[in-house]
């Protein structure tokens, strides 16, 4: 059973940059075909997603992020991790953190998610 677990501040000012991880267990993020994402959910709004990191090191941005995003990751310990840059309000948000198969749509494991407030 593949696991993730979301880990980073709870509470950012604006004008910060912050950093979310997921921890992933049961199958390395090395093995492929999949795509290690991140997903977020601003209060009363849908999900949107903002990135992968695919099995291969390579990464893709959703242009709506593309300029103040980057997805990086540390195999050794299994865990891949999000930065995003000159946050506002606006990105006040539930960030999860899920697996996406190269063979069939959408997101097969989710992370549980993690609370992001941006406020000074």
């Known amino acids: 059973q593949v696991q993730l677990q979301e880990s980073g501040p709870g509470l950012v000012k604006p004008s910060q940059t912050f950093s979310l991880t997921c921890t992933v267990s049961?199958?390395?993020?090395?093995?492929?075909?999949?795509?290690w994402s991140w997903i977020r959910q601003p209060p009363g709004k849908g999900l949107e997603w903002i990135g992968y990191i695919a099995w291969i090191g390579n990464t893709y941005f959703s242009p709506s992020f593309e300029n103040r995003t980057s997805i990086s990751w540390d195999t050794s310990d299994n865990e891949f991790s999000l930065q995003l840059t000159s946050v506002t309000p606006e990105d006040t948000a539930v960030y999860y953190c899920a697996r996406a198969s190269g063979v069939s749509p959408g997101w097969d494991y989710w992370g549980q998610g993690t609370q992001v407030t941006v406020s000074s």
């Open positions: 049961g199958d390395s993020i090395t093995t492929g075909p999949y795509y």
